[in-house]
Nanobody, 120 residues
Framework: QVQLVESGGGLVQPGGSLRLSCTAS????????MGWYRQAPGKQRELVAI???????NSADSGKGRFTISKDNAKNTVDLQMNTLRPEDTALYYC??????????????WGQGTQVTVSS
């Protein structure tokens, strides 16, 4: 089993910054990609940004120029630095991992979510 522990959410004023962090643990043979998704009330879950094992990133247009994703392979962590936050960034942010587990089965796991609220 694989566990994802998220941290860093909270309440911030418009224009402020937050840094989300996610650590993966458990029976991981190899990580394919880690990333962040978000879901606002009444909306579908959407991609924020992902980063693959070789460092390739993919991010939503809404965050380009404001959000930066990074990873630490040694610690199995992925961080999301969010700057110049807007009220429309308010959502529950979920960490996601795609990896190989024992017997080289390919699996996908989700964290519990961390709330980000942007409001004055």
């Amino acid at each position: 089993q694989v566990q994802l522990v998220e941290s860093g959410g909270g309440l911030v004023q418009p224009g402020g910054s937050l840094r989300l962090s996610c650590t993966a643990s458990g029976s991981i043979l190899r990580i394919l990609a880690m990333g962040w998704y978000r879901q606002a009330p009444g909306k579908q879950r959407e991609l924020v940004a992902i980063i693959t094992s070789d460092g390739t990133t993919n991010s939503a247009d809404s965050g380009k120029g404001r959000f930066t994703i990074s990873k630490d392979n040694a610690k199995n962590t992925v961080d999301l630095q969010m700057n110049t936050l807007r009220p429309e960034d308010t959502a529950l942010y979920y960490c996601n991992i795609r990896c190989y587990v024992p017997n080289w089965a390919r699996r996908e796991y989700w964290g519990q979510g961390t709330q980000v609220t942007v409001s004055s």
